[in-house]
């Protein structure tokens, strides 16, 4: 296909209509949340003073109950509570790393699962949130990758998976505080990195961060929200304009040969057409990096040719590269660089510029780490044979 095909998208992924009963408000955004009050019986001359109300109590404090939601009439909550609910996705187990990492289990409507991963730092904590049920990439080294996609998430799920982490951390401020109030963030960032494609799952995605950016609500700046892609070029420029955060990119290779086989959207568009979206990305600029992330794959596309080519292939863009030591996971057909090799890629990419952290592993004992996520439902392992066979090894 051409750098111009439509994109398309299996009719399986679009989540099927829900049965029908009360409205749930999460995930609507504030137009969609008037209009919705509108045609559910709030006067128009109300709407947009409900709409502000109904916001801070959702997305600044986590009130779920109407009943709580003591700036409204007790008349206007009781019909609120008979129309519509605040629900979040379910947090089905926790699993805590002896580094602090967590691993949630989340299960969404119709029962399916995804996980979403909270990694603790001393000045900071990074939430890392899936955005569709599997995916249909199937990246060779990535766990999810062997997952079949079900479906997109909604606007809904995906904020939701930061309300509930939000839960979780017990981070959520009294009535009446200020998020800015409330002391240092807990959940300071967003990383769209969790399982599936965000720019496959494009429209919900940009709600559900416009949802967590809103600064009367979960107020988490643009700066310290980051989506990654595989690569789909034509809604590259599309996320600067109607998201505003930053951009990773997962590149791992640095011939269109091997990057075929690790990152198979290459095919579609290669690395020409990327890195050609990504001159012209309008946010381009020294203050505002792209990233590029890198998993090391010992004998894949590790050496220091490699470190050279790619140093060649980004010149001219502002970025830097997070160096990725490989995640193994049962079946894997691929094994972690060695630390000697990884560190003199670094050294490479360094001399010529570019910072390039080596990202430390975090969660290996529960699963968690990049790479390796995959829902419970969808557990059945594929053998390492299956595995290599659709990698082309």
């Given at each position: 296909?051409?750098?111009?095909?439509?994109?398309?998208?299996?009719?399986?992924?679009?989540?099927?209509?829900?049965?029908?009963?009360?409205?749930?408000?999460?995930?609507?955004?504030r137009?969609?949340?008037?209009?919705?009050?509108?045609?559910?019986?709030?006067?128009?001359?109300?709407?947009?003073m409900?709409?502000?109300?109904?916001?801070?109590?959702?997305?600044?404090?986590g009130?779920?109950?109407?009943?709580?939601m003591?700036?409204?009439?007790?008349?206007?909550?009781?019909?609120?509570?008979?129309?519509?609910?605040?629900?979040?996705?379910?947090?089905?187990?926790?699993?805590?790393?002896?580094?602090?990492?967590?691993k949630?289990?989340?299960?969404?409507?119709?029962?399916?699962?995804?996980?979403?991963?909270?990694?603790?730092?001393?000045?900071?904590?990074?939430?890392?949130?899936?955005?569709?049920?599997?995916?249909?990439l199937?990246?060779?080294?990535?766990?999810?990758?062997?997952q079949?996609?079900?479906r997109?998430?909604?606007?809904?799920?995906?904020?939701?998976?930061?309300?509930?982490?939000?839960?979780?951390?017990?981070?959520?401020?009294?009535?009446?505080?200020?998020?800015?109030?409330?002391?240092?963030?807990?959940?300071?960032?967003?990383?769209?990195?969790?399982?599936?494609?965000?720019?496959?799952?494009?429209?919900?995605?940009?709600?559900?961060?416009?949802?967590?950016?809103?600064?009367?609500?979960?107020?988490?700046?643009?700066r310290?929200?980051?989506?990654?892609?595989?690569?789909?070029?034509?809604e590259?420029?599309?996320?600067?304009?109607?998201?505003?955060?930053?951009?990773?990119?997962?590149?791992?290779?640095?011939?269109?040969?091997?990057?075929?086989?690790?990152?198979?959207?290459?095919?579609?568009?290669?690395?020409?057409?990327?890195?050609?979206?990504?001159?012209?990305?309008?946010k381009?600029?020294?203050?505002?990096?792209?990233?590029?992330?890198?998993?090391m794959?010992k004998?894949?596309?590790?050496?220091?040719?490699?470190?050279?080519?790619?140093?060649?292939?980004?010149?001219?863009?502002?970025?830097?590269?997070?160096?990725?030591?490989?995640n193994?996971?049962?079946?894997?057909?691929?094994?972690?660089?060695?630390w000697?090799?990884?560190?003199?890629?670094?050294?490479?990419?360094?001399?010529?510029?570019?910072?390039?952290?080596?990202?430390?592993?975090?969660?290996?004992?529960?699963?968690?780490?990049?790479?390796?996520?995959?829902?419970?439902?969808?557990?059945?392992?594929?053998?390492?044979?299956?595995?290599?066979?659709?990698?082309?090894?």
């Amino acid at each position: 296909m051409t750098a111009s095909s439509p994109i398309t998208q299996d009719v399986m992924t679009i989540p099927r209509k829900m049965p029908e009963g009360p409205i749930n408000l999460v995930g609507l955004t504030r137009a969609k949340l008037l209009a919705t009050l509108i045609e559910h019986g709030t006067p128009e001359k109300q709407a947009k003073m409900r709409v502000n109300q109904i916001w801070q109590w959702v997305y600044q404090w986590g009130v779920r109950d109407f009943a709580k939601m003591t700036n409204l009439s007790k008349t206007y909550r009781a019909e609120l509570a008979e129309k519509f609910v605040i629900e979040i996705p379910e947090m089905v187990s926790r699993q805590i790393s002896t580094d602090g990492t967590r691993k949630y289990l989340v299960r969404i409507a119709g029962g399916h699962e995804v996980e979403v991963v909270y990694i603790p730092e001393t000045d900071r904590g990074t939430l890392c949130v899936s955005s569709q049920v599997g995916c249909t990439l199937t990246c060779s080294f990535c766990h999810t990758g062997t997952q079949k996609l079900v479906r997109n998430l909604t606007a809904g799920e995906i904020v939701g998976q930061i309300m509930m982490a939000r839960d979780d951390l017990d981070e959520w401020p009294q009535p009446g505080v200020g998020t800015g109030d409330a002391g240092p963030r807990l959940l300071s960032n967003v990383v769209l990195m969790g399982m599936g494609e965000p720019l496959y799952n494009f429209d919900n995605v940009r709600d559900a961060m416009k949802i967590a950016m809103d600064n009367e609500g979960i107020s988490l700046s643009r700066r310290r929200i980051t989506l990654s892609t595989s690569g789909v070029v034509p809604e590259i420029a599309k996320t600067a304009e109607e998201i505003g955060c930053m951009l990773a990119i997962s590149f791992h290779a640095t011939t269109d040969e091997v990057r075929d086989k690790l990152v198979p959207i290459n095919k579609r568009w290669n690395i020409e057409a990327l890195l050609a979206a990504l001159k012209a990305y309008p946010k381009l600029s020294n203050s505002e990096r792209i990233t590029f992330e890198y998993v090391m794959l010992k004998d894949v596309n590790d050496s220091d040719d490699d470190a050279r080519r790619l140093v060649r292939l980004i010149e001219g863009i502002p970025a830097k590269i997070n160096l990725i030591p490989f995640n193994e996971w049962p079946g894997s057909p691929y094994q972690r660089s060695d630390w000697s090799q990884i560190k003199s890629f670094a050294d490479v990419i360094y001399k010529a510029g570019y910072a390039s952290p080596i990202r430390k592993p975090r969660g290996e004992d529960i699963m968690a780490a990049c790479g390796q996520l995959k829902s419970a439902t969808e557990r059945a392992r594929k053998s390492r044979k299956q595995i290599e066979a659709e990698a082309g090894l």
